[in-house]
């Protein structure tokens, strides 16, 4: 088992910047990957971006350099660094951890993020 808690996310005017922390406990040594995914109303969920425990990154196309993904190891928190926002990123913001033996994944509560023109 792994347990998440966000922090992170609130209101915030176009072109600003935003934080998201997530912390993990419980059964760590297991996770394979780290991250965040997203969801707006009427819409699918998506990856924003995640992070291997060897430090692969990978982002979604929407990104376009403009958030930044890292972890801090000895905390076992996983952080998204949100620069540039614009409205249309206005989510629930999700985050996801991948463990290992068998693939499962733990979600967390979700953070809201909202964007205003």
């Known amino acids: 088992q792994v347990q998440l808690v966000e922090s992170g996310g609130g209101l915030v005017q176009a072109g600003g910047s935003l934080r998201l922390s997530c912390a993990a406990s419980g059964s760590i040594s297991r996770i394979i990957f780290m991250g965040w995914h997203r969801q707006a109303p009427g819409k699918q969920r998506e990856l924003v971006a995640r992070i291997s425990s060897g430090g692969s990154t990978n982002y979604g196309d929407f990104v376009k350099g403009r958030f930044t993904i890292s972890r801090d190891y000895a905390k076992n928190t996983v952080l998204l660094q949100m620069n540039s926002l614009k409205p249309e990123d206005t989510a629930v913001y999700y985050c996801?951890?991948?463990?290992?033996?068998?693939?499962?994944?733990?979600w967390g509560q979700g953070t809201q993020v909202t964007v205003s023109s």
């Open positions: 996801n951890v991948l463990t290992s033996p068998y693939g499962r994944d733990y």
